[in-house]
């Protein structure tokens, strides 16, 4: 099966760019996102196709990630609000580098994250639909959905698979469109972008400390993910309902209930998944 979901989502990034050149659909300035995501995609494309080292793979990645925080001044975080507690940390001069670690860990999370059909792309159309509600970005990324829909009915016939190219690809875009829009209106604060991010970046930190602790490279692929672990122990039907339970109930909870009491209440029942999982 091909991994070509990168392709499609960048072929439909391209024509949504060149557009916008002529018609000005879309306010926001995407010379930027179309470049980085361009030489990411290329990256992750060569490494589906030729098998690059992690660490190759990682270097490149970086690399690219910290030009485009040093070409464009909109993709920096600046600030890290923490509405709940009513605290707000500066960076000042450790943006760059806090800003660098984010998007990496980001996309690193999202690559890790996606092991079954149509878990990665469900998740990412969920997250554009919540900031499509929230105003952020409205118009391209309805353009967007349009193509994840599309490798969505691939995927589900398990005619394409999104590949390294397509989920660093996607989480390069959810990492440029929240932190572009954050510098500009400062909507989205840090717990709702952790209970946004919860399951994959909680997953990953497990995997990590959890293939350190075993003296494993920690970005070496094994199959002791959540999504492995659930459909091993207790089935299909019981990982979709506990992931998508996962994905989905943040975006409707988030804005009607105290996000500290949220972000407790998810660690807990994950801790207490693990230890079912692990003790079945």
């Not at 309805?142 to 005619?159: D, T």
């Not at 091993?232 to 019981?238: A, E, R, T, V």
């Amino acid at each position: 099966v091909a991994a070509i979901g990168g392709f499609i989502i960048f072929f439909n990034l391209f024509i949504i760019y060149f557009y916008n050149l002529h018609y000005q659909v879309i306010d926001e300035n995407l010379n930027y996102l179309i470049i980085f995501s361009f030489l990411i995609f290329l990256i992750c494309i060569y490494d589906d196709k030729y098998n690059l080292s992690a660490i190759i793979k990682f270097i490149l990645i970086t690399i690219f990630v910290f030009s485009a925080i040093l070409f464009d001044n909109n993709f920096i975080i600046e600030e890290i609000n923490f509405t709940s507690l009513n605290f707000v940390i500066f960076l000042h001069n450790y943006s760059i580098f806090f800003t660098l670690l984010s998007v990496m860990l980001l996309i690193n999370a999202l690559n890790m994250f996606d092991g079954v059909n149509l878990q990665l792309s469900s998740y990412v159309l969920y997250f554009f639909i919540y900031l499509i509600l929230n105003n952020i970005f409205p118009i391209f990324l309805f353009l967007m959905i349009i193509p994840l829909i599309f490798f969505l009915y691939l995927n589900y016939h398990n005619r394409s698979f999104l590949g390294d190219n397509g989920s660093c690809l996607l989480a390069f875009i959810i990492a440029y469109v929240v932190i572009f829009h954050n510098k500009s209106f400062v909507n989205l604060d840090a717990e709702k972008l952790f209970l946004l991010m919860f399951l994959p970046g909680v997953d990953m930190f497990r995997l990590f400390l959890f293939r350190i602790y075993n003296q494993k490279n920690p970005f070496k692929a094994d199959r002791t993910h959540i999504h492995h672990l659930l459909l091993n122990k207790l089935g299909k039907k019981s990982y979709y309902t506990i992931t998508h339970f996962f994905l989905i109930t943040p975006i409707i909870l988030i804005n009607f209930f105290n996000n500290l009491f949220l972000i407790s209440f998810y660690l807990i029942f994950y801790i207490l998944l693990l230890f079912y999982l692990y003790k079945k």
